[in-house]
Structures are given as structure tokens and as C-alpha cells.
């Protein structure tokens, strides 16, 4: 299985509203990322967990609170999220071999297509 | 500062033809690894291939292949035999040390080429 799940894969909401984007791989992998990304432009790492830890937070804002329950989930909670917001979001795995991994590929979900008015 | 650059905003093809998508980088890092992705429509980032910087042959599989050119800091994709569900976006990502994060480095992307490919 060389999958990574993401639900859902589109969420409309409010600015007042709270959601929570999922991910889920079973690959085994010890690394789960999100990224944002806006129409026609690369991906914009947010977050990291390795490990179940978070490793890297790339200064997003804090209407934006991923959490990391196990080795194979990885959520994003949104709250009073901005129209500014919409875009992509892309949930990834690696495995996360804790050495000079230059060569880990990034396993890609499809992404949800967020949209907030 | 680690910096990857796709000069070709779109590319076209005919169906069957041989295509080559730019790539440039800059990293002052002696191993590195680079890798394309495809993103279609559809959204999801499918991995496409990888080069480590110390691989003496150019990295291939299937229909793609990867022409590097250390010195020139050069990783161009090569699609073979276009076929009309290569119209996607691509990526071309590096990985080095220096550039933080798990994993020995953090994955820098260009910013795209859209191909089409023509019947």
C-alpha cells in the first residue's frame, strides 16, 4: 500500500467555523507533512512531525493547529480561517530514516481544495 | 540559501514526441538529492524520479529520464514518447542538508512547468 488518504477532498466553510483536515498513511512511515498550495505554484511546507513529534513549524499561523495522534494520522484543525486561506492542502509521508536521507522520496496525497468565504 | 528554477512556464508537445522539462539549482551542499513530481489535475503530487548528487548515471524510469549535469547544475526531465496523459504540471524539488528540517533536508520546489501534450 503506497497510498496516503486524505478526507475530504473538498470543504467549503465559514470564517467563523472549525474543521479538520485528515491523513492517513500505512506505509510505515515516521514523517508526515502538510503543505499549502496555491493555484498553479509549488507547495508551501507548513508543518512537520517526525516521529509523532512536531519537528518544523514554518511560522504559520495559529488558526492552524495540526496534531499528530499516531504513527499513520495526521490532522490539520482550522479555525476563523481567512478567505486568504483557500488553496490546497497537501498532507505527504517519508519514511524518515533519521540519517542522511537525501534520497527519501515524499509520498503525496490529493490533496483537499479548501475554500473559505 | 538552497534554490531550484524552472525557466519554461508552459511547455507543448505532440502526442508520441520527446519532451525536456528545465531545471536549475543552486545549493552550496556536496550531497543533495533532485526529484520530479507530476500534479495533475486531479491534485495529487506523483513522484516521478530522483538523482542523487553522487550517482554517475543519469537516473531513468520507464518513459522518464534524467539528463544531470553536475557542473552545470542542471537536472532536466526527459519524457519520451508523449502521451496525452503526461498534460500535467511538474515539479523539479531538491533535498539537501542544509536546507533544515527531518530527514537530512527539506524538500525546495520550483515553480513549475504546465505541459500539454497535443494529438
Known amino acids: 500500500d503506497t497510498e496516503v488518504t486524505q478526507t475530504p477532498k473538498h470543504l467549503v466553510m465559514g470564517m467563523t467555523n472549525k474543521k479538520s483536515l485528515k491523513c492517513e498513511q500505512h506505509?510505515?512511515?515516521?514523517?508526515m507533512y502538510w503543505y499549502k498550495q496555491k493555484a498553479k505554484k509549488p507547495p508551501e511546507l507548513m508543518f512537520v512531525?517526525?516521529?509523532?513529534?512536531?519537528?518544523i513549524n514554518e511560522s504559520v499561523p495559529s488558526r492552524f493547529s495540526p496534531e499528530c495522534p499516531n504513527s499513520s494520522l495526521l490532522n490539520l484543525h482550522l479555525h476563523a480561517l481567512q478567505p486568504e486561506d483557500s488553496a490546497l492542502y497537501l498532507c505527504?509521508?517519508?519514511?524518515?530514516?533519521?540519517?542522511?536521507?537525501?534520497?527519501?522520496?515524499?509520498?503525496f496525497g490529493s490533496g483537499t481544495q479548501l475554500s473559505v468565504l | 540559501a538552497q534554490k531550484i528554477t524552472q525557466t519554461q512556464p508552459g511547455m507543448f508537445v505532440q502526442e508520441k514526441e520527446a519532451v525536456t522539462l528545465d531545471c536549475t539549482y543552486d545549493?552550496?551542499?556536496?550531497?543533495?538529492?533532485l526529484f520530479w513530481y507530476k500534479q495533475p489535475s486531479s491534485g495529487e503530487m506523483i513522484f516521478l524520479i530522483y538523482?542523487?548528487?553522487?550517482?554517475?548515471q543519469n537516473a531513468t524510469e520507464g518513459r522518464y529520464s534524467l539528463n544531470f549535469q553536475k557542473a552545470r547544475k542542471s537536472a532536466n526531465l526527459v519524457i519520451s514518447a508523449s502521451q496525452l496523459g503526461d498534460s500535467a504540471m511538474y515539479f523539479c524539488?531538491?533535498?539537501?542538508?542544509?536546507?533544515?528540517?527531518?530527514?537530512?533536508?527539506?524538500?525546495?520546489f520550483g515553480q513549475g512547468t504546465i505541459l500539454t501534450v497535443h494529438p
Open positions: 505527504a509521508s517519508s519514511q524518515d530514516s533519521r540519517g542522511p536521507a537525501t534520497n527519501e522520496k515524499l509520498f
Open positions: 506505509m510505515g512511515h515516521r514523517a
Open positions: 512531525y517526525s516521529y509523532e513529534k512536531l519537528s
Open positions: 545549493t552550496s551542499d556536496q550531497s543533495y538529492g
Open positions: 538523482q542523487g548528487s553522487y550517482d554517475e
Open positions: 524539488a531538491m533535498k539537501s542538508p542544509n536546507a533544515g528540517g527531518t530527514s537530512y533536508g527539506k524538500l525546495t
